[in-house]
């Protein structure tokens, strides 16, 4: 599954093998328990790409950032890039993952958020898993079973295949997200929500009020509000907040930074303000949940 893998500090971090087929291919699938080199191990690690677990066998639980995940069959699973993983395994775990790079749909669409329009992916507020009934898991493994057919006998036209079933597969589950998390499933919500979500993924450390973000969206803080609980249920501060203490809470749990430094990195002014803002989101301090791992 993984084609390699780098360091960041003690985590490690996999990335895609585009050329393991003879020639670019940003898609791929297979049995986790039969892919080299699949990390199972509970040492905390991430990916540079997209993936999609759908476990059929086995259980445990799985970690996703400070998401703990109960493995089981019909157990769905959302791992966006630079999410940090662990796996702690009870019995032998099966099932397929499905796993690509943003471009392999983005370029296609020509739209560079096109992955954020599912509510599963970038997800730092509700779940990032989906228990499928068996009759919704049994539709994705045939989507799945098709994609792994397709791969195993390339042709010219088959990224546009590839592409089609991974479209289907995405657009079901995000239905199925929707309906589980009480979530807006339209994935054609105005675009601004959008643009949101992805500027604050790249600004959240530097960017912690509504305006800044008002700045580069030219909306009114109206607009940003009804979207924002359109689609999540919370303002655009509240998202703001999720995301900052989601991205603290993972500091905490992998590294070894002391809270002043991990503050500062976040650029908040001093480290009381940052205890103070940990404590309101939480109910803890940021030394009290590190000592919870």
């Given at each position: 599954?993984?084609?390699?893998?780098?360091s960041?500090?003690?985590?490690?971090?996999?990335?895609?093998?585009?050329?393991k087929?003879?020639?670019?291919?940003?898609?791929?699938?297979?049995?986790?328990?039969?892919?080299?080199n699949?990390?199972f191990?509970?040492?905390?690690?991430?990916?540079s790409?997209?993936?999609?677990?759908?476990?059929?066998k086995g259980?445990?639980?799985?970690?996703?950032d400070?998401?703990?995940?109960?493995?089981?069959?019909?157990?769905?699973?959302?791992?966006?890039?630079?999410?940090?993983?662990?796996?702690?395994?009870?019995?032998?775990i099966?099932?397929?993952?499905?796993f690509?790079?943003?471009?392999f749909?983005?370029?296609?669409?020509?739209?560079?958020?096109?992955?954020?329009?599912?509510?599963?992916?970038?997800?730092y507020?509700?779940?990032?898993?989906?228990?499928?009934?068996?009759?919704?898991?049994?539709?994705?493994?045939?989507i799945?079973?098709?994609?792994?057919?397709?791969?195993?006998?390339?042709?010219?036209?088959?990224?546009?295949?590839?592409?089609?079933?991974l479209?289907?597969?995405?657009v079901?589950?995000?239905?199925?997200?929707?309906?589980?998390?009480?979530?807006?499933?339209?994935?054609?919500?105005?675009?601004?929500?959008?643009?949101?979500?992805?500027?604050?993924?790249?600004?959240?450390?530097?960017?912690?009020?509504?305006?800044?973000?008002?700045?580069l969206?030219?909306?009114?803080?109206?607009?940003?509000?009804?979207?924002?609980?359109?689609?999540?249920?919370?303002?655009a501060q509240?998202?703001?907040h999720?995301?900052?203490?989601?991205?603290?809470?993972?500091?905490?749990?992998?590294?070894?930074?002391?809270?002043s430094e991990?503050?500062?990195?976040?650029?908040?002014?001093?480290?009381?303000?940052?205890?103070?803002?940990?404590?309101?989101?939480?109910?803890?301090?940021?030394?009290?949940?590190?000592?919870?791992f």
């Amino acid at each position: 599954m993984k084609a390699g893998e780098s360091s960041k500090g003690k985590m490690k971090t996999y990335h895609f093998l585009p050329n393991k087929y003879g020639r670019e291919l940003l898609l791929d699938i297979g049995r986790i328990e039969k892919l080299p080199n699949f990390n199972f191990g509970a040492e905390p690690h991430q990916l540079s790409f997209y993936d999609i677990l759908f476990i059929d066998k086995g259980n445990g639980y799985f970690m996703l950032d400070d998401n703990k995940i109960d493995l089981k069959p019909g157990t769905i699973i959302f791992t966006s890039p630079g999410h940090t993983r662990e796996w702690h395994i009870k019995k032998p775990i099966g099932g397929y993952a499905v796993f690509f790079e943003k471009d392999f749909l983005n370029l296609f669409f020509i739209d560079e958020l096109f992955l954020y329009r599912f509510g599963y992916f970038h997800q730092y507020r509700q779940p990032t898993s989906l228990l499928a009934t068996p009759s919704e898991f049994s539709t994705y493994l045939s989507i799945n079973s098709q994609i792994e057919a397709e791969i195993k006998d390339l042709q010219s036209d088959s990224a546009h295949l590839l592409r089609a079933l991974l479209y289907q597969l995405l657009v079901l589950l995000n239905r199925s997200y929707a309906k589980q998390n009480g979530l807006h499933s339209d994935t054609h919500i105005h675009p601004v929500f959008f643009r949101f979500r992805s500027l604050l993924e790249k600004n959240y450390s530097t960017h912690h009020r509504v305006v800044d973000y008002l700045r580069l969206l030219r909306i009114s803080p109206a607009q940003l509000n009804k979207f924002c609980r359109q689609y999540m249920g919370i303002t655009a501060q509240e998202m703001i907040h999720h995301k900052q203490v989601s991205e603290a809470k993972r500091l905490l749990r992998i590294t070894t930074d002391a809270v002043s430094e991990i503050a500062y990195r976040l650029n908040f002014s001093d480290p009381s303000n940052f205890n103070r803002f940990f404590r309101s989101i939480t109910g803890v301090s940021p030394q009290q949940y590190r000592q919870q791992f």
